[in-house]
Every structure is written in structure tokens, then in C-alpha cells.
């Protein structure tokens, strides 16, 4: 769910005395019908969503009967010269057998670490059937970033082979809001998936990420409830390239009193990795062990795609995108529930998905063909749109452009919307047009810090260059205005998000999204039937990838 600035209460009052001569126009998004798949798909019985269980077969079974009788088509990958349902995505599926058995040594003193509670390590994604580190040294490295272009090296001057690092989360301008790296704006050198490939390719044998709940933008609960299940990952041709043995999490106190046993000062040095110049820090006589075995395999989960042909330039397409997966069945919550719903995160944004597709399935065909993309491993880190921006089903120097749902506020109305991050994009700058026909304005993400830009499926076709937005919903309730708003998203960051508290429930009105629908349902209506092709800003790191595609748009 998204948080945003309030916007002026005269542009409210004209936004919503132009509604309803719109919403005449507009198609029907049913509220109720949006309720009803959130209700259903976030319910017990399909298991909290997890690939590759039981849960991702109902699920699959159920998008695809959705599809079929929404109207669409089959959009997948071909088969006997016909299109499928599906996009097969084979991923590398990885547990640890047991409870893993862990220790830090420090002045002297041995520590066992709880799996869950002290620390959560992941399972090696690295193709290990097993992992024994013994008494591996312990060094401190920063942010751990290795960025050229920054003039920044938080790895210079020491060989790293063998060693296991502890690295904080989030940029060095995290703090301070100035600096190298965007002020508080995370770059992908903030998230932590970065840090465990830089890890990889800097030889290390581990990395310990000290977990702080606001650099994070999420506490203790989320990091053990999405690191301490089964892990998956893309199959890589060389998985160690990207992956160290050792991937964890270790919670804040435990870094300090760590650092603290090792003669040093936790905050000192963290306010030392801020700037320029600084160097790794070996915690003296510190040492970290591991040892438990792997259940690896690979397995093969599902991207689910439905398909409307464009009738006079089929091989031109416009995505919607969502993630139908969630976390599955894991640890029990304080009342001993296992299931892992994901109702906001993400049965609203398939529920979106599948209410655009009836309303396209209804209306007159587009010029351009019309993709609806329900994508598998989201919440493992983004690997079924990743597997498909790799593998394209429809070619992606074609693909005009890419609208995902992810996390929508299923409340009431607001006078506002947002995107993830801060990113220059011409098909924003069309939906921020757009949204004045709806009393609508755009207010840029508040909490670019949190690196929502990163964290959805937007992102792989960005970084390849396909236009891409990530839709949010806004933070300025009609009802209520920026604080009831502000204060509903906190609570479910806190007590809900990647818990087992993410169910639906009877109060939520599906009003704001239905309406949000019929605006995102206008923005790829239009762009469906044009001829253009939105582009990255000039300044977008993401533009040189669009432009060297420019000859298959000729």
C-alpha cells in the first residue's frame, strides 16, 4: 500500500465534480467482484500461495478458469504451434533440513544463534547440498558497495576469500539524506539482494546483513517470515557467481553487542561507512560458524498469461502485470496460524488484473495486443517477471509498455495516487494526465528510501528498458485524509505485511481501486491504440536499453 502528499482541496473539488460525466464513459470494475477474488484466493484453502505446493496448483487452476471465462486468450508459450496458458518458469527450490546449528565467537565467548530469532539465514541458493563454515573470520564492511562509477569501494585493500561479512542495509546516504547515492532515495545498491551477489563476486564465504527496522522499511517479523522458508532462485548457468554459501540476516543488538566484544563501536562505525574512503574493519578475534545441509532441486513453477490480439498490429504489446504467489504455509504467528494469505499483498493486484481483463474482453478490440501477466515467485525475489523479461513470451523491443499491480489499497477512496521510486518514465507522465479526467493528482513516492522501485515486478523489464510503472494506491483518503491513511498503512507494515494477519476482510470496500482500475484501464486502452512508444527520461539509467531496441520499433 502506498503513502503519498495530500493534494489541494481545490483540485479534490474539481477532480470529483468531473467524475461522474467520466465514470459514465468509464468500464464496470465491480467492487464486489473484486472482493470476492481477494476473499477467495487470500482464503485457507489455497495455502498461502506458495510455489511449487499444492497452493500454487489451485491457484493456477483458478486464474486460468477466471481467464477463460473473463473472454481472454491464451497467452503463453506455444505448444504444438498453439498458444498456452502458461509460461513454465523452472527455479531452483532450496531448504535447510533441521534446525541449522550457528555460533558467533567473540572475546572469548561462544553464542549460539537461534534460527528465527537472533539471526535468519536463507537456504545456499549457490547449489550447496550443504554448508560448514568453521570459525570463518569476521570483517565489517560497511554498506558493502562497490560502486566504480561513485568512486566507492567498501571491499578495497583486504582479501575477503574465506571470511564472512556483516554489512549494514540501505545506502550510505540513508542517514544523513546527502550524499553519493541518491539522499534518501535507495539506488539498487541499498537492497539486499545486491549485496548478496556483490558478496558472491567479492569471494566471500558469507554475508551477515545487521537488520534495522527503518533503513529496512520493515521489521524483524518480515525479514524471519520471507528468509527462514523455502528459498527459490532463477536457474543460473554458474549460481556461485551470484550467490555466496552463507545468506542471513542478524538482528540489530546482536550486531552491537558483536562489535562490542570485539573492541569496537557499532554506531561509530557505522557513521565511518557513511563516507568516502572507508575501508573493511576485521572484528578482532571474531568468528562466525555454520553447519547444516540443504534439500536443493529444481522445480518448475508457473507464470499464468492471458492474451486479447491486437487486430491490426498484433506483435505491438501492452502488459499488465501481478504476482499471484505469496509465502505459503511457515512459521505460526502468536496464535498459532501458519497460513500465509497475502490478501493486499498480492490477491489485489491479480483481482485487479483479472477485473482489466473482463473489461478489455468486453469492449471493442485494440489496435495493439493487450497481455495480462500473473507472474510466480515474486516474493522470492522478483524471479517469475525476472524469468520472463529473460525470456520473453512477446518480444520486449515491442513491448510498448508495462503497468503493474502490486499491494493496492482495497479502502475507500482517495484524492491521490503514487509509483515506486523516482524513476523518469514517459508513461507516467501519460497516466498523470490521465488521472486529472478522475480529480486525480500524482504525488512522487514519499518513501523512495524503502526501495519499492526494486522490490516489484516492474523492475525486470525496467532494467532491460521496457517503460514500466509499479501503481499505488494513494494516501489521502477521501474519508478521513492523509492521517487515516498514513496510520492504516503503518499498522499493516507492522502487524501484517508477510504475516499471517494479511487476510481480507468484510469492511474493506474495494471502492478507491475499482475506480483506480477504470483509470489504468484508460491509460492502456489509449496506448493499445496508438501508434507511439513511451520512453525513459533522457536522464534515465534505464534509457540507453530502451533506445538500443529502437530498430524493432521501425
Not at 317 to 344: C, F, M
Amino acid at each position: 500500500m502506498s503513502r503519498l502528499l495530500s493534494v489541494s482541496v481545490l483540485t479534490v473539488a474539481l477532480g470529483l465534480a468531473l467524475q461522474p460525466a467520466h465514470a459514465a464513459k468509464s468500464p464496470d470494475i465491480s467492487p464486489q467482484r473484486l472482493s470476492s477474488i481477494v476473499r477467495t484466493l487470500s482464503s485457507d484453502a489455497f495455502e498461502g500461495r506458495g510455489p511449487a505446493t499444492a497452493g500454487e496448483t489451485k491457484t493456477v487452476d483458478y486464474l486460468l478458469a477466471q481467464m477463460k471465462a473473463a473472454g481472454l486468450q491464451p497467452g503463453g508459450d506455444l505448444k504444438d504451434g498453439k498458444r498456452t496458458w502458461t509460461q513454465p518458469v523452472p527455479l531452483l527450490r532450496a531448504s535447510i533440513k533441521g534446525a541449522p546449528q550457528l555460533a558467533l565467537n567473540a572475546g572469548g565467548q561462544s553464542q549460539s544463534l537461534t534460527q528465527g530469532e537472533q539471526i535468519a539465514v536463507r537456504a545456499a541458493m549457490n547449489g550447496d547440498k550443504s554448508v560448514s563454515i568453521q570459525n570463518a573470520p569476521l570483517v565489517f564492511l560497511g554498506y558493502g558497495v562497490n560502486a566504480p562509477e561513485r568512486n566507492w569501494n567498501d571491499f578495497a585493500g583486504l582479501d575477503l576469500k574465506g571470511k564472512v561479512g556483516v554489512v549494514l542495509i540501505n545506502d550510505p546516504d540513508f542517514e544523513t539524506g546527502q550524499g553519493d547515492f541518491g539522499g534518501k532515495a535507495m539506488t539498487y545498491y541499498g537492497r539486499w539482494t545486491y549485496k548478496y551477489e556483490e558478496a558472491a563476486r567479492q569471494g566471500l564465504a558469507g554475508l551477515l546483513i545487521v537488520h534495522e527496522s527503518e533503513p529496512a522499511s520493515y521489521g524483524w517479523a518480515t525479514v524471519k517470515n520471507s528468509n527462514t522458508n523455502t528459498m527459490f532462485d532463477v536457474v543460473r548457468d554458474d549460481p556461485k557467481a551470484s550467490h555466496p554459501a552463507l545468506e542471513a540476516w542478524i538482528q540489530r543488538d546482536v550486531a552491537v553487542d558483536l562489535f562490542k566484544r570485539s573492541g569496537l563501536d557499532f554506531d561509530a562505525l557505522k557513521k565511518q561507512a557513511q563516507a568516502r574512503g572507508f575501508k573493511p574493519v576485521p572484528l578482532k578475534d571474531a568468528t562466525f560458524s555454520a553447519k547444516y545441509d540443504v534439500d536443493s532441486q529444481v522445480i518448475t513453477s508457473q507464470n499464468v498469461v492471458g492474451r486479447l490480439v491486437g487486430k491490426k498490429r498484433p506483435d505491438e504489446t501492452v502488459i499488465y502485470s501481478g504476482h499471484w504467489d505469496h509465502l505459503g504455509v511457515g512459521e505460526p504467528d502468536a496464535k498459532g496460524d501458519r497460513i500465509y494469505n497475502g490478501a493486499v499483498d498480492n490477491a489485489t493486484g491479480i483481482a485487479s488484473l483479472l477485473e482489466l481483463g473482463r473489461a478489455f474482453a468486453k469492449a471493442p478490440r485494440t489496435d495493439r495486443s493487450v497481455v495480462f501477466l500473473a507472474v510466480t515467485a515474486e516474493e522470492k525475489g522478483l524471479l517469475g517477471s525476472e524469468y520472463y523479461a529473460s525470456k520473453p513470451v512477446y518480444p520486449l523491443g515491442k513491448t510498448v509498455g508495462v503497468i503493474n499491480m502490486d499491494a493496492l489499497d482495497p479502502h475507500g477512496l482517495s484524492k491521490n495516487f503514487t509509483t515506486s521510486g523516482s524513476a523518469k518514465v514517459e508513461l507516467l507522465d501519460r497516466l498523470t494526465a490521465k488521472a486529472k479526467a478522475w480529480g486525480l493528482a500524482y504525488s512522487p513516492d514519499p518513501h523512495p528510501e524503502a526501495g519499492h522501485f526494486f522490490r516489484s515486478d516492474h523492475f525486470p523489464f525496467a532494467k532491460r528498458g521496457v517503460p514500466a510503472i509499479s501503481y499505488g494506491s494513494g494516501n489521502d483518503w477521501v474519508e478521513g485524509g492523509v492521517a487515516a491513511a498514513e496510520a492504516s498503512d503503518k499498522a499493516y507494515t507492522a502487524d501484517r505485511y508477510h504475516q499471517p494477519a494479511d487476510q481480507w476482510e468484510a469492511s474493506w470496500t474495494f471502492k478507491g481501486m475499482a475506480r483506480d482500475l477504470q483509470m489504468l484501464y484508460s491509460l492502456g486502452r489509449d496506448l493499445a491504440n496508438s501508434n507511439q512508444w513511451p520512453n525513459w527520461g533522457q536522464e534515465s539509467e534505464f534509457r540507453a536499453a530502451r533506445d538500443a531496441s529502437a530498430a524493432d520499433r521501425r
